[in-house]
């Protein structure tokens, strides 16, 4: 041994503060394994060994510096891997992080980021945590400092070997203020020699098997309790509580992993057949849906389209782009669409399943009809996500349905509204009559002689005619009218807005005078003429049987007299019906026949008193009928357009004589002449006019034209436009009846006219109603206002004259200056005439 080692004698160099291994007591005496074992190893050798306990850091400078022989208490790190030869390890340590019990979730290396830690100084923690990557390390010169460090809490976090820490912790009974990571690493303790000192290695080592292991477990349970390769036992009782702890947590945690683990699996499985089931019922669904016989769809929250299937699609006729993102609604019939979402709206807000037969267009933009069954859905946590539901093709059923409505009112072989439909229509048109103060016709048509058509020629022939009638009846009503077919050859008609009789039996004329031409059908040329039977609501009756009733009657009646005519069921009616015709027909030869005449009033100027013009006024000799006023004829003129040649004849008659009574030596006069609205629309007025006062030789301003309101409120660019060229020829221009339409104030400003006529309704009671009183006063101030003449008209007695005069009437004209007589009746009641005083 002295020629192996430097001395005749062992120089062991060890830290002295690394208790239970080796440390000083309170007195300073070093104590601990290593210092007994290398006693016995003395003892057993013959060899003095001489321990040299020291401060770590010193410990190593003494054997670095080649002062001692072996170095104990020492970690094999990589640093001191090429300085060292080491001994097997003697005590496993664990070295973990020590931490203040305030911080959580120090689990190792990672977690140590922004602490300090304090570390002994040359401690081979240092090296670890170094070459961890962390370096805000703070050094300690002793294990004990760097424990009392943490205790003052100067520093919260120390990288200490597990059994100094216990040690000391302990000692200063803090072990309960710290908590520990799991070990950075597992240290070993080894003694070693230099590197290149094998001899010396050896014999050390040849040394320690002198030593008896009993003696060296001796020495190791009197430390630790227990041998060395339990370290912890060594330690204060309450570690033995955490190891005990420790296990019982470990074995519980195995427990528990193992429980995991199985619930993990049959878990596991489950999802797995879930899985399973769900992908199967996935393709079920996709199977049903897809072969589904209805449409499928789902909608998101909002109502847009999400899903539609192949069915679905085909009924739309569209592709899911074009569907995609858009609104089921927008997809509705325009006709279903308020009542389709107000009802979608209330399943929506009651989370109730919408069900609904609604139209929807397709893309083409053809109707189809479906049954939409839709029920809400939510997310799973009761947030309503959308709506999935179903499209029931119903266009047959609907058609169907329909087919039936429609054959429940209409008749299958004309296709014409039935009894039944014509008796709803007779209500609606009845309650429009009342509100627009109109009247309602109902005709009873009755084929003349239909059954020997029928009888002869066959049923499929009498068809064919009756649908020839029907198409020749529908050119002679209105699309408001309704044409029903009772059966058989009887006929129907519900005629609206009807102002007079007049106007029911000019429907009735027109229909008799169409079919009174042959009718042309495929193999046949045919005659047939028409019984009709008027009546009129509510003239004859209130209620559609009633005036049914008398209809029918009055068809009958027709038929009697003698077939191929109409009969109004009131005598009084009839008469007038008849007389219309008369005129009708009468009209359009009383032109050429000269059976027209015009009548003179004279007009009357309040200020002389005397006589200054006339009003023209028609009348028709009838052959048959004697004179006819005008009101009975202008209508039936007017729509029939005659009355724009009879208007020129008036203009040309009237201006003929007034230069015959000028020729005659009558004082010069201005002639009024009426207007009708027809000649403003048609025919060239200002032309006629121009031509009549140079055909006569007559001043334009004696020519004064009355335009009625009527005139005025219709077309009216057109109108201001004549009347301004009117006004250019030099013609004067009234307004007749003034105040009895509605618009004329609103004309007058815009019209260049120069005088207006008061209408006799106003002027009738202009004694007894203060109203028509106050009425006349306006008119007339309002005239002077705008510096026109007034004249008023129907003066019948002294009264309304000398009123009129009191107001400033400018003239006046009526019964009581002068009924509406022949020229020659006028001429000699100018001559007549005493003026006004
Ligand atoms: N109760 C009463 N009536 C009186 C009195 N003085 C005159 N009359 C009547 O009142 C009507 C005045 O003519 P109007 O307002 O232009 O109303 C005229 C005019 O609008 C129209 N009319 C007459 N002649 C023609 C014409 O040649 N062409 C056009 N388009 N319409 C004409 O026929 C309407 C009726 O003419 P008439 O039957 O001649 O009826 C005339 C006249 O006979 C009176 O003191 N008391």
Redesign the pocket.
């Given at each position: 041994a002295e020629a192996v080692f430097k001395h005749p004698w062992l120089t062991v160099v060890m830290d002295d503060n690394y208790p239970p291994y080796s440390f000083r007591d309170d007195q300073g005496r070093l104590q601990g394994i290593r210092k007994e074992i290398w006693d016995a190893w003395a003892a057993h050798n013959g060899i003095e060994v001489r321990v040299v306990a020291t401060d770590w850091a010193k410990a190593l400078a003494y054997m670095n510096t080649g002062q001692a022989d072996v170095i104990d208490t020492i970690f094999e790190t990589p640093e001191r891997e090429s300085l060292y030869t080491y001994s097997r390890p003697y005590a496993d340590i664990d070295v973990p992080i020590f931490f203040h019990q305030s911080i959580s979730g120090i689990t190792g290396a990672e977690n140590l980021h922004g602490f300090t830690v304090g570390v002994k100084a040359g401690d081979a923690c240092e090296d670890w945590l170094h070459a961890h990557g962390i370096f805000s390390t703070h050094d300690y010169p002793s294990f004990g400092e760097l424990v009392d460090a943490a205790v003052r809490n100067d520093i919260r976090v120390m990288c200490i070997d597990k059994p100094l820490a216990n040690y000391f912790l302990t000692k200063r009974d803090a072990e309960t203020h710290f908590r520990y990571s799991k070990p950075l690493y597992k240290g070993q303790l080894h003694w070693a020699v230099f590197k290149g000192s094998e001899s010396a290695f050896k014999a050390v080592n040849r040394g320690f098997e002198q030593v008896p292991q009993t003696e060296i477990d001796a020495i190791e349970k009197k430390w630790m309790g227990s041998p060395l390769a339990r370290p912890a036992a060594v330690i204060a009782p309450y570690v033995l509580y955490a190891m005990a702890t420790a296990a019982l947590l470990s074995f519980a945690m195995l427990l528990w992993n193992r429980t995991l683990r199985r619930r993990v699996a049959l878990r596991t499985g489950e999802l797995e057949s879930a899985l399973q089931a769900l992908k199967s019922s996935e393709q079920h669904y996709q199977a049903l849906v897809g072969t589904s016989p209805v449409g499928v769809f789902e909608t998101d929250a909002q109502g847009l389209f999400v899903f539609m299937n192949e069915r679905g699609l085909r009924m739309l006729g569209a592709r899911f782009e074009q569907l995609r993102g858009n609104h089921w609604q927008h997809l509705l019939h325009p006709e279903d669409r308020d009542e389709s979402c107000a009802a979608w709206g209330a399943s929506l807000s009651l989370r109730q399943v919408f069900q609904r037969e609604l139209r929807f267009e397709r893309i083409g933009g053809s109707a189809l009809w479906v049954l939409m069954q839709a029920r809400p859905m939510d997310d799973g946590d009761g947030r309503f996500s959308g709506f999935i539901g179903t499209l029931t093709d119903i266009s047959e059923q609907k058609a169907s349905e329909q087919r039936i409505q429609f054959l429940a009112y209409h008749d299958p072989l004309t296709g014409l509204p039935n009894r039944l439909l014509i008796r709803e229509h007779y209500d609606m048109a009845v309650a429009h009559a009342n509100r627009s103060d109109l009247g309602v016709a109902l005709l009873v048509l009755d084929l003349d002689h239909f059954k020997n058509i029928n009888d002869s020629l066959g049923h499929a022939v009498g068809d064919e005619l009756l649908c020839a009638v029907v198409k020749i009846l529908r050119g002679c009503v209105r699309d408001t009218d309704t044409i029903s077919r009772q059966g058989g050859d009887e006929f129907l008609v519900l005629l609206t807005d009807q102002h007079s009789a007049d106007d029911a039996a000019n429907v009735a004329a027109k229909m008799l005078e169409r079919l009174s031409q042959p009718i042309r059908l495929e193999h046949h040329e045919l005659s047939i003429s028409l019984s009709i039977g008027i009546g009129m609501y509510p003239t004859d009756g209130e209620d559609f049987d009633t005036l049914l009733k008398k209809a029918d009657t009055a068809m009958y009646h027709a038929k009697e007299s003698g077939r191929n005519a109409f009969n109004f069921f009131t005598s009084q009616m009839n008469a007038d019906a008849t007389q219309t015709l008369m005129l009708r027909s009468g009209l359009a030869r009383a032109l050429e026949r000269q059976e027209f005449v015009l009548h003179y009033?004279p007009q009357v100027d309040l200020e002389t008193g005397r006589i200054m013009g006339t009003?023209?006024?028609?009348r028709w000799k009838h052959p048959d009928l004697g004179l006819v006023?005008?009101?009975r004829f202008?209508g039936i003129a007017e729509n029939s357009g005659l009355?724009v040649p009879i208007?020129e004849w008036?203009i040309q008659e009237a201006c003929r004589q007034a230069a015959a009574w000028y020729e005659a030596g009558l004082p010069q006069l201005t002639m009024a002449?009426?207007?009708?609205a027809i000649q403003f629309k048609r025919g060239n007025l200002v032309e006629t006019v121009e031509n009549a006062l140079f055909a006569h030789r007559i001043p334009a301003p004696l020519l004064e034209l009355?335009l009625?309101e009527s005139i005025l409120i219709q077309d009216t660019d057109n109108v201001l436009a004549t009347v301004d060229r009117l006004k250019s020829i030099g013609v004067k221009l009234s307004i007749?009846?003034f105040g009895t339409g509605y618009s004329s104030l609103m004309y007058l400003h815009r019209l260049n006219v120069d005088k207006l006529k008061i209408d006799?309704s106003f002027v009738r009671d202009l004694n007894d109603d203060p109203d028509d009183a106050a009425i006349v006063q306006a008119v007339i101030q309002m005239a002077k206002s705008l510096k026109l003449r007034t004249i008023a008209?129907?003066?019948?007695n002294s009264q309304q004259l000398d009123a009129l005069r009191r107001q400033s009437c400018d003239e006046v004209?009526?019964?009581?200056l002068g009924h509406?007589m022949l020229a020659d009746d006028f001429a000699r009641h100018l001559a007549d005439w005493k003026p006004l005083t």
């Amino acid at each position: 041994a002295e020629a192996v080692f430097k001395h005749p004698w062992l120089t062991v160099v060890m830290d002295d503060n690394y208790p239970p291994y080796s440390f000083r007591d309170d007195q300073g005496r070093l104590q601990g394994i290593r210092k007994e074992i290398w006693d016995a190893w003395a003892a057993h050798n013959g060899i003095e060994v001489r321990v040299v306990a020291t401060d770590w850091a010193k410990a190593l400078a003494y054997m670095n510096t080649g002062q001692a022989d072996v170095i104990d208490t020492i970690f094999e790190t990589p640093e001191r891997e090429s300085l060292y030869t080491y001994s097997r390890p003697y005590a496993d340590i664990d070295v973990p992080i020590f931490f203040h019990q305030s911080i959580s979730g120090i689990t190792g290396a990672e977690n140590l980021h922004g602490f300090t830690v304090g570390v002994k100084a040359g401690d081979a923690c240092e090296d670890w945590l170094h070459a961890h990557g962390i370096f805000s390390t703070h050094d300690y010169p002793s294990f004990g400092e760097l424990v009392d460090a943490a205790v003052r809490n100067d520093i919260r976090v120390m990288c200490i070997d597990k059994p100094l820490a216990n040690y000391f912790l302990t000692k200063r009974d803090a072990e309960t203020h710290f908590r520990y990571s799991k070990p950075l690493y597992k240290g070993q303790l080894h003694w070693a020699v230099f590197k290149g000192s094998e001899s010396a290695f050896k014999a050390v080592n040849r040394g320690f098997e002198q030593v008896p292991q009993t003696e060296i477990d001796a020495i190791e349970k009197k430390w630790m309790g227990s041998p060395l390769a339990r370290p912890a036992a060594v330690i204060a009782p309450y570690v033995l509580y955490a190891m005990a702890t420790a296990a019982l947590l470990s074995f519980a945690m195995l427990l528990w992993n193992r429980t995991l683990r199985r619930r993990v699996a049959l878990r596991t499985g489950e999802l797995e057949s879930a899985l399973q089931a769900l992908k199967s019922s996935e393709q079920h669904y996709q199977a049903l849906v897809g072969t589904s016989p209805v449409g499928v769809f789902e909608t998101d929250a909002q109502g847009l389209f999400v899903f539609m299937n192949e069915r679905g699609l085909r009924m739309l006729g569209a592709r899911f782009e074009q569907l995609r993102g858009n609104h089921w609604q927008h997809l509705l019939h325009p006709e279903d669409r308020d009542e389709s979402c107000a009802a979608w709206g209330a399943s929506l807000s009651l989370r109730q399943v919408f069900q609904r037969e609604l139209r929807f267009e397709r893309i083409g933009g053809s109707a189809l009809w479906v049954l939409m069954q839709a029920r809400p859905m939510d997310d799973g946590d009761g947030r309503f996500s959308g709506f999935i539901g179903t499209l029931t093709d119903i266009s047959e059923q609907k058609a169907s349905e329909q087919r039936i409505q429609f054959l429940a009112y209409h008749d299958p072989l004309t296709g014409l509204p039935n009894r039944l439909l014509i008796r709803e229509h007779y209500d609606m048109a009845v309650a429009h009559a009342n509100r627009s103060d109109l009247g309602v016709a109902l005709l009873v048509l009755d084929l003349d002689h239909f059954k020997n058509i029928n009888d002869s020629l066959g049923h499929a022939v009498g068809d064919e005619l009756l649908c020839a009638v029907v198409k020749i009846l529908r050119g002679c009503v209105r699309d408001t009218d309704t044409i029903s077919r009772q059966g058989g050859d009887e006929f129907l008609v519900l005629l609206t807005d009807q102002h007079s009789a007049d106007d029911a039996a000019n429907v009735a004329a027109k229909m008799l005078e169409r079919l009174s031409q042959p009718i042309r059908l495929e193999h046949h040329e045919l005659s047939i003429s028409l019984s009709i039977g008027i009546g009129m609501y509510p003239t004859d009756g209130e209620d559609f049987d009633t005036l049914l009733k008398k209809a029918d009657t009055a068809m009958y009646h027709a038929k009697e007299s003698g077939r191929n005519a109409f009969n109004f069921f009131t005598s009084q009616m009839n008469a007038d019906a008849t007389q219309t015709l008369m005129l009708r027909s009468g009209l359009a030869r009383a032109l050429e026949r000269q059976e027209f005449v015009l009548h003179y009033q004279p007009q009357v100027d309040l200020e002389t008193g005397r006589i200054m013009g006339t009003e023209a006024l028609l009348r028709w000799k009838h052959p048959d009928l004697g004179l006819v006023p005008p009101n009975r004829f202008i209508g039936i003129a007017e729509n029939s357009g005659l009355i724009v040649p009879i208007g020129e004849w008036v203009i040309q008659e009237a201006c003929r004589q007034a230069a015959a009574w000028y020729e005659a030596g009558l004082p010069q006069l201005t002639m009024a002449v009426n207007l009708s609205a027809i000649q403003f629309k048609r025919g060239n007025l200002v032309e006629t006019v121009e031509n009549a006062l140079f055909a006569h030789r007559i001043p334009a301003p004696l020519l004064e034209l009355e335009l009625t309101e009527s005139i005025l409120i219709q077309d009216t660019d057109n109108v201001l436009a004549t009347v301004d060229r009117l006004k250019s020829i030099g013609v004067k221009l009234s307004i007749d009846d003034f105040g009895t339409g509605y618009s004329s104030l609103m004309y007058l400003h815009r019209l260049n006219v120069d005088k207006l006529k008061i209408d006799q309704s106003f002027v009738r009671d202009l004694n007894d109603d203060p109203d028509d009183a106050a009425i006349v006063q306006a008119v007339i101030q309002m005239a002077k206002s705008l510096k026109l003449r007034t004249i008023a008209e129907g003066v019948e007695n002294s009264q309304q004259l000398d009123a009129l005069r009191r107001q400033s009437c400018d003239e006046v004209q009526g019964y009581f200056l002068g009924h509406p007589m022949l020229a020659d009746d006028f001429a000699r009641h100018l001559a007549d005439w005493k003026p006004l005083t």
